[in-house]
């Protein structure tokens, strides 16, 4: 089961570190994504890293602002920058396959989310 942590309240231009882990596990062996929700809108995707941590992609959205990254045990979404718009629920989400990259439906793990806001 993942867990995803780290959310908070923050103001615009700052930053925060969102944590994913598995329970009993470590995530060196699963490719990871993190997606975000905002209220009335759909989820989508934010960033994601390859099994092992060898390659990550990134929504242009938050391109240049937020870094995906692994100790092997954990995966971690630095949020720099933020703006009002970051606001929205986070969820990460896992794959034993090399990568899931930006499709939903390529991970068979999902965690419960954590809230990011963002005031302005």
């Known amino acids: 089961q993942l867990q995803a942590s780290g959310g908070g309240l923050m103001q615009a231009g700052g930053s925060l570190r969102l944590s994913c882990e598995a329970s009993g596990r470590t995530l060196r062996d699963y490719a990871v994504g993190w997606f975000r929700q905002a209220s009335g809108k759909e989820r989508e995707f934010v960033a994601s890293i390859t099994r092992g941590g060898g390659s990550t992609e990134y929504a242009d959205s938050v391109k240049g602002r937020f870094t995906i990254f692994t100790d092997s045990a954990k995966v971690y979404l630095q949020m720099n920058s933020l703006k009002p718009e970051d606001t929205a629920i986070y969820f990460c989400?896992?794959?034993?396959?090399?990568?899931?990259?930006?499709?939903?439906?390529?991970?068979?793990?999902w965690g419960q989310g954590t809230l990011v806001t963002v005031s302005s």
């Open positions: 989400a896992a794959t034993l396959a090399y990568t899931g990259a930006w499709l939903e439906r390529a991970y068979n793990y």
